[in-house]
């Protein structure tokens, strides 16, 4: 129902207060039909918003950061709000890190995203989650929230092949990861004039230096990796 009006306001309790809506189809929409949506598929078609987050299922003990249970529905939510209109998009994020496969399998739906797509994010943008920060249009950090820049940790099992193998995919996963925030700093005022590789270095230096390096948002803006604080 994305394309629709509100109708009227009810009388009693909190919920029957809430806004109704009336659809295209002229299909009176409840409030509790909305609230279901969001808590069930992590979506608002009638404000076009998106909530990424983890996996909430209650046996849920990894903290629910970036996997396939975050990366799927995510995926289809974004097929269903692009077909619906080319009106903006506006993501809500409360994510970890995580995987770095269905990680980037976010970041490149979002970056190649046929509406303007703007990504809220609240508690932190940390290691995967602050590579699919990247992807949107715009960018919001709240207020009390952080950035977390590191090299990501691998868990290896197999013979010395395997493990050789999964090192290569590793370096080139973080050399993409340098590159991405490079440019991404490289229109900021703060590394104006810098080359792509003077930037990629700088940041791999502080990396390694500090292994885990936080941002609060106000440096994430200064560094061009946020467009605005609330």
């Given at each position: 129902y994305p394309l629709c009006r509100i109708l009227y306001y009810g009388k009693g309790d909190t919920m029957s207060r809430m806004p109704r809506v009336l659809s295209k189809n002229n299909v009176i929409i409840e409030p509790s039909q909305i609230l279901s949506e969001i808590h069930t598929f992590g979506i608002n078609s009638l404000t076009r918003e998106i909530?990424?987050?983890?996996?909430?299922?209650?046996n849920i003990t990894d903290g629910g950061g970036?996997?396939?249970r975050?990366?799927?529905?995510f995926l289809r939510n974004m097929d269903y709000l692009e077909h619906q209109s080319s009106k903006p998009i506006t993501i809500k994020m409360c994510l970890s890190g995580g995987d770095t496969?269905?990680?980037?399998?976010?970041?490149?739906?979002?970056?190649?995203?046929?509406?303007?797509?703007?990504?809220?994010?609240f508690g932190h943008a940390s290691s995967m989650s602050g590579i699919i920060f990247q992807a949107a249009d715009w960018r919001i950090m709240?207020?009390?929230?952080?950035?977390?820049l590191h090299y990501g940790s691998i868990e290896i099992a197999g013979n010395s092949i395997d493990v050789s193998e999964n090192i290569k995919m590793n370096d080139k996963d973080?050399?993409?990861m340098l590159k991405l925030f490079a440019e991404?700093?490289?229109?900021s005022k703060t590394f104006e004039g810098?080359?792509?590789?003077?930037?990629?270095?700088?940041?791999?230096d502080a990396m390694r230096k500090k292994g885990d390096l936080f941002l609060s948002p106000e440096e994430a803006l200064a560094w061009g990796l946020c467009d605005e604080v609330v």
């Open positions: 909530y990424l987050n983890g996996d909430l299922n209650e970036v996997d396939f975050c990366a799927a529905p496969t269905y990680g980037y399998a976010i970041y490149d739906r979002i970056a190649n995203a046929k509406c303007h797509v703007t990504i809220e994010c709240a207020k009390h929230s952080h950035y977390l973080n050399v993409i991404r700093c490289m229109k810098w080359t792509l590789n003077k930037v990629m270095k700088f940041l791999d």
